[in-house]
């Protein structure tokens, strides 16, 4: 089993729908989660970073972490056509020492 | 607010030729990372320094190299370009290793 599984899509969605993109893990020593988006022949930019379980929001961004189901998920609300990317989640352990690891990435298309 | 900054963009080598990406960070993070992405394969990690002087072998680091001489730069040298090697370079920093990473946006390298 892959430490990190992500669905890679692609997903394609009307202008408004609410987007749920989801990663699930099998370290239960990760703690740290994140999900950075990443446009066409651009780098990866930190979109959400949540410490541990719970929810987080920003704007139409919802970070959910599930750590006794070890899934986490991002929630996209009134989705817009700038949105179209690819989603990457990573997590990490506690320790100073580990690494980030990544998953592979949901590309999503929001149409107009 | 240049952050990370990758040179050059876009390269093609021959097989056997040698090149130098190069990556420099305005942030005065301690901690930077040598990523390869390959369609649906994600982000692997290659390289990664700790501090000036201080590297260490990521997850696919045979046929690469690294040096850190200053905070600022983190150059990976490709001695015998393979067309395994051909893939997209993303180079990345942290304050911390773990804590969110800012990328490069990358340089896309063919072997041919």
């Known amino acids: 089993q892959k430490e990190v599984e992500q669905d890679p899509g692609p997903l394609s969605v009307p202008e408004g729908a609410i987007v749920s993109l989801n990663c699930t893990y099998s370290?239960?020593?990760?703690?740290?989660f994140m999900w950075y988006r990443q446009y066409s022949r651009k780098g990866p930019e930190l979109l959400m970073y949540?410490?541990?379980?719970g929810n987080k929001e920003d704007g139409r961004f919802t970070a959910q972490v599930d750590k006794s189901s070890k899934y986490i998920s991002l929630f996209i609300r009134d989705s817009q056509p700038s949105d179209s990317a690819t989603y990457l989640c990573a997590m990490k352990g506690p320790q100073a020492g580990t690494a980030l690891i990544f998953g592979k990435g949901t590309t999503l298309s929001v149409s107009s | 607010n240049a952050g990370v900054t990758q040179t050059p963009k876009f390269r093609i080598l021959k097989i056997g030729q040698s090149m130098t990406l190069q990556c420099t960070q305005d942030?005065?993070?301690?901690?930077m990372y040598w990523y390869r992405q390959d369609p649906g394969m994600g982000l692997k990690l290659i390289y990664y320094s700790v501090g000036a002087g201080i590297t260490d072998k990521g997850e696919v680091p045979n046929g690469y190299n690294v040096s850190r001489s200053t905070t600022e730069d983190f150059p990976l040298r490709l001695e015998l370009a393979a067309p395994s090697q051909t893939s997209v370079y993303f180079c990345a920093s942290s304050a911390e290793r773990g804590s969110p990473l800012h990328f490069g946006n990358g340089t896309r390298l063919t072997v041919t």
């Open positions: 942030m005065n993070h301690n901690y």
């Open positions: 370290n239960s020593a990760f703690q740290y």
């Open positions: 949540t410490y541990s379980s």
